[in-house]
């Protein structure tokens, strides 16, 4: 399983690829702080799962832009939005990427595995 994890804050970049380690220990975890950056790493190592938050900082919904790219790419990726976006103005064009999960910050480790238990599309 090949899973993506964009996270711009140093410290909850380095948590979020420790704990989807633990929770899928044989994946390739790969994390990247730009969600510029990840266009290219899925086009070319692939990717099963994308955690992504929706406020990527470059834009109130730069994280939604990313998803439908790489949606774009890979019709069937599971992506999990892990975001501290409560407000449900997006809902509507979440629900409609068909994303796999939605985990808010702070998450707890097992909110985070429940996901990976219940991903839209067998990887």
Known sequence: M??????????QHGHMKHEVKRIV???R???????YK???IVETEGCDVLLTGIDMGAGKTEGIRLAREIKEINPRVNIIFVTVCGEWEHAEEIFRLRVSGYVRKPYKPQQL???????????
């Not at 090949?2 to 410290?11: A, F, G, P």
């Not at 975890?29 to 969600?35: F, G, L």
């Not at 595995?113 to 990887?123: C, G, Q, S, V, W």
């Open 29 to 35: 975890v790969t994390a990247c702080r730009s969600p």
């Open 2 to 11: 090949n899973v993506v994890c964009v996270e711009r804050d140093i410290i």
């Open 113 to 123: 595995a429940e996901e990976f238990a219940n991903l839209r599309y067998a990887t």
């Open 38 to 40: 990840v266009k290219e």
């Open 25 to 27: 220990p044989d994946a």
